[in-house]
């Protein structure tokens, strides 16, 4: 089998322009970035067309093995393209961090990919640099009004903004900066975050116009005063500026699938530590040039989806008119404790075992939102009819709808099955989403809502300066704001170990932080980090280039 890599710099792309032909776009609405990638005008959400109907790709909690979301949401995309259903593919950017770590690139796999591959995995059209350096300018200006007297009385050991970079640097997450003299500023205790979970990166996603954006952005919490009150990006006067920074990097940037059909990326939060959804300006945008638009949300469905429904949704007014849920063998048997090295042998009892995890997404999805939902079964050569036959029995149970997607080996033809499945779930109308909480609900009761719902904890420990940190945005104002949970990705619980659908837990919040601008309260649990490091081997020992300048070794 071909490389992800070999196969995409095989692939005969279309100029990007005939590929914006297909949704009817002119040339006024792109602004080219080379042969192969466009920026669209932003302004297009506010067209006057009937929005398309929305799906919402999903997964199991995710496991060493791999389940393919990505890759499934291209191989959708191309095969409701060929059922002749003008549909459009609306992606997260893939951030340098997993690049370069563990996961490797995240442009789909096989005949199911986003190309140029290379672009897309390394800069693309340099939005995360822009959103890196805009968190940095108010970084720097934070500090520099402490140095210039302090007119805002600004507290330098309750500062609450990092800086950021899009790195995996464990280095980087306790520093102390601001040594060597008076001129060069005040001494403290400082830290970094992966540009990702900047709440620049999370108001660029939510936001929906440059107006929009510098609003959040002025409305950002980046200090406090010596007598705890809180100093905004606008008091700073660093809000103009970093909208100024970020003013192209707004407009989506169009791309294609191996197959020539229009896709999306902008924007991406990971779901571990942040939102994990792409733009707003992306999904609406789509929703106004297609009829169908299939889009992703970060990690498994307790994190990406959850926050899709409950923050994005509830935020952008968008209904999903269904929902897919992503699951593999290999990942079940992971799930039913088969080590990485084994996944490859026929294992029925640990697929049944693991399959847990899958039915209790299920219910979150069917029974805990409401939406409907079906699952992807995609597949792998190993794979047996017997280990397969199990997730039936589970959807069969379970009373929703499952496909076999083999978009991996035969792109857009491995996905009609799938696609027929999910037109077939899909009810005239969207249906209400039960979100797992109300926003009138304190921020503890929010919190363990969805500890309790949709982790199914028994409950939720604090830490004492937790505890603190929610009572004092309850009393400034910010208890009605939404949650966003930053915990493991591998575990329903706040604990990796904890596979499968674990039961007799409790989640312990660590940390509280407040993202104002973004619009959500970041409640961090376990072990969770900010900033990643690197694995023991990095992705980038792999990755050279040639002197021709062909890249080798992303995946």
């Known amino acids: 089998m071909l490389s992800d890599i070999v196969i995409a710099q095989a692939a005969k792309m279309l100029p990007i322009a005939k590929v914006a032909e297909k949704l009817g776009l002119t040339d006024e609405d792109l602004i080219p970035y080379g042969r192969y990638k466009a920026k669209i005008n932003h302004k297009l959400i506010h067209s006057d067309r009937p929005d398309g109907k929305l799906i919402l790709m999903t997964a199991i909690s995710p496991t060493p093995a791999g389940e393919g979301k990505t890759t499934t949401s291209v191989g959708l995309a191309d095969a409701l393209n060929a059922m002749g259903k003008k549909t459009m593919l609306c992606l997260r950017e893939p951030s340098l961090g997993p690049v370069f770590g563990v996961k490797g690139g995240a442009a789909g796999g096989g005949y199911a990919q986003v190309v140029p591959m290379e672009d897309i995995n390394l ?13 940095n300018l108010l970084a720097a200006m934070i500090d520099n009004s402490i140095q210039q007297g302090n007119p805002l009385n600004i507290d330098p050991r309750r500062i609450a903004w990092k800086r950021c970079m899009d790195m995996n640097d464990r280095q980087l997450r306790f520093i102390v900066d601001g040594l060597g003299g008076k ?24 936001a929906t116009d440059l107006a929009d954006l510098k609003d959040r952005l002025s ?16 008091q700073i006067g660093a809000a103009g500026a970093m909208a100024a920074l970020l003013k192209d990097a707004i407009d989506p940037n169009l791309v294609q699938t191996l197959e020539n059909n229009p896709a999306i990326i902008h924007g991406g939060p990971f779901a571990n530590i942040a939102h994990g959804c792409n733009s707003v300006t992306a999904t609406k945008l789509s929703l106004k040039l297609a009829d169908y638009v299939v889009t992703e949300a970060g990690f498994g469905a307790d994190l990406g989806a959850e926050k899709f429904l409950d923050i994005k949704c509830r935020m952008a007014d968008l209904h999903p008119s269904a929902v897919v849920l992503v699951a593999t063998v290999r990942a079940l048997k992971s799930h039913g404790g088969v080590a990485k090295p084994d996944l490859n042998k026929p294992n029925v009892d640990a697929v049944r075992k693991g399959a847990a995890n899958l039915e209790r997404h299920i219910d979150n999805i069917k029974n805990g939102f409401g939406l409907p939902v079906c699952v992807a079964i995609n597949a792998f050569p190993t794979d047996t009819p017997e280990e397969m036959a199990v997730i039936e029995e589970v959807c069969a149970k ?10 991996f080996a035969k792109g857009g033809e491995g996905g009609k099955a799938l696609a027929e499945t999910v037109l077939s779930i899909m009810p005239e109308a969207p249906q209400p989403i039960q979100y797992t909480y109300d926003l009138g609900a304190s921020l503890p009761e929010k919190i363990e ?12 420990t604090y830490t004492p300066a937790a505890k603190k940190m929610l009572d004092d945005l309850a009393a400034m104002g910010y208890g009605e704001l939404p949650v966003c949970i930053a915990k493991t990705q591998y575990s329903f619980s706040d604990n990796a170990k904890l596979t499968g659908a674990p039961t007799g837990f409790k989640m312990n919040v660590r940390e509280v932080r407040l993202s104002a601008g973004a619009g959500f309260v970041v409640v961090i649990c376990g072990s969770i980090m900010t900033m990643p490091g690197l694995p023991k081997h990095p992705a980038a020992m792999d990755i050279d280039v040639d002197a021709e300048g062909r890249i080798t070794g992303l995946f």
């Open 449 to 460: 809502a969805v500890a309790k719902r949709i982790y199914r904890a028994d409950g939720v």
């Open 123 to 135: 800069h693309f059209t340099g939005d995360i640099h822009a959103i890196g350096t805009a968190n």
């Open 219 to 234: 409305r950002i919490v980046c200090a406090y005063t010596y007598d705890g009150q809180p100093v905004t990006a606008g």
């Open 398 to 407: 379970a009373g929703v709808k499952c496909a076999l997607s083999e978009v």
């Open 183 to 206: 001129v060069n500023g005040t001494p403290r205790e400082d830290g970094f975050d992966i540009t990702v979970a900047s709440e620049v990166m999370a108001i660029f996603c939510l």
